[in-house]
């Protein structure tokens, strides 16, 4: 997961900068941009990798690696970390291409990606009898050939980012603006890790076995409905850059208020549908009356602002797509950092294990607020300049309302 939030640091930062220079005609710009996320992946990669290879064991113990496990997860993860460029350049160049409006490829490359890994798997598993090793390998070569199908459609110059060499040398004022507004999706991925480890915690200790294989199995079930969300917001990104960078304010107002409808409306659906079928998904997983007690009442619970979710989602991309990173920033920590964390603490000394499943809708609730604030700051801004006459860029309307 940190490896791949290093892709996805690149990949947000330079989709943002990219889109919003194309839609500024800059496009000597977006190839210096994209020439850096090139250069960056493999630097990068060889920074993570070497400490990781060097203090595997380590690291695994403190992620609780037991000593039956720890030989299968080194001869897993040597593999993986070795291959890690691909892992970063890959998530990098599938946010970039999607920036330039080409999302049915960035679609295909992970589907290969992802199609390929399924056929790997178990021929080299089973078939060669290569076990964990033959796992590894199988996803690193899958996600091989992934990025080599968005290298060479970049070296092709097929897209609106043409890949010039003499681009690769970093440039440290881009290096910046990358990371700053990338570092938002960067904490977004690894604070999921520090949060789960609060709430297995508490689950644990409040709930046992039970209420922890309920927990896994809601987190399954949410993801049918949290994925598309993101997928809508993906969308998003690449409209509001650019035309943020064409100073057409009043399409990036449109386009978030159709956003925003849809990811509540589909949020709604969704829990609708999860609600008119609990005992039914829940038996999918396991037909025990214990566990389906515990998952009917988590659920009615936990999912309960699935609702409000799409907004915070909106807002962080609609911040991360403008370059603003401080309150990107904030929208990435507050759900899971500054309102589940506490909340998961806080609640189940009170409540017990019905605390552990109400932090969830309380802290959606708490963050759909604060995104709320955050983006109908700028929305007005854009609603009351829907035009590109005479107000300058984007950055200064941005500044003169007092919003950096």
């Known amino acids: ?87 970063v350049f890959g998530v990098a160049v599938q946010n970039i291409v999607r920036a330039e409006g080409n999302a049915r490829l960035a679609m295909n490359a992970m589907l290969i990606g992802a199609g390929l890994n399924i056929l790997l798997d178990p021929l080299l598993m089973f078939g060669f009898g290569m076990g964990v090793q033959g796992a590894a390998i199988a996803t690193v070569l899958s996600q091989a050939v992934s990025s080599v199908w968005l290298l060479q459609y970049c070296l092709k110059g097929k897209g609106a980012v043409h890949f010039k060499s003499r681009y690769l040398k970093p440039e440290l004022k881009i290096v910046k603006e990358i990371g700053s507004i990338g570092v938002g999706s960067f904490v977004m991925q690894v604070s999921a890790s520090v949060m789960m480890i609060f709430v297995y915690n508490a689950l644990a200790t409040y709930g046992g076995d039970v209420a922890i294989a309920v927990f896994g199995t809601i987190i399954k079930v949410n993801s049918f409905i949290f994925l598309p969300l993101l997928g809508m917001a993906f969308g998003l990104q690449p409209i509001v850059g650019y035309n943020f960078g064409a100073k057409q304010f009043g399409r990036i107002a449109e386009a978030v208020k159709l956003n925003i409808i849809a990811t509540m409306t589909f949020g709604t659906f969704g829990l609708r549908m999860i609600y008119l079928f609990t005992g039914q998904i829940l038996g999918i997983f396991s037909a025990d009356p214990e566990y389906l007690d515990v998952g009917i009442h988590a659920v009615k619970i936990m999912l309960l602002g699935m609702p409000l979710i799409g907004l915070n989602i909106v807002s962080m991309t609609v911040f991360q797509a403008l370059g603003k990173a401080r309150p990107s920033f904030l929208l990435s920590l507050s759900r899971q950092v500054l309102f589940l964390i506490p909340l998961v603490v806080i609640l189940p000394r009170f409540y017990e294990l019905d605390g552990v499943w109400a932090a969830y809708p309380i802290s959606d609730l708490l963050s759909f607020l604060l995104s709320g604030y955050l983006l109908l700051r700028v929305y007005r801004i854009f609603k009351e300049h829907p035009g590109s006459s005479g107000i300058g860029t984007g950055k200064e309307l941005a500044a003169s309302r007092g919003f950096e």
Do not use: H, Q, W
């Open 1 to 87: 997961m940190v490896i791949m939030a290093f892709g996805v640091v690149l990949g947000t930062g330079g989709s943002s900068i990219i889109s919003r220079a194309l839609g500024a005609k800059e496009l000597e710009k977006a190839e210096r941009t994209l020439g850096s996320v090139f250069s960056l992946s493999l630097i990068l990669s060889i920074l993570i990798s070497i400490p990781c290879l060097l203090f595997l064991d380590f690291i695994l113990g403190i992620f609780g690696a037991t000593p039956g496990i720890m030989p299968y997860a080194v001869e897993y993860l040597e593999y993986i970390i070795m291959g890690a460029v691909f892992f």
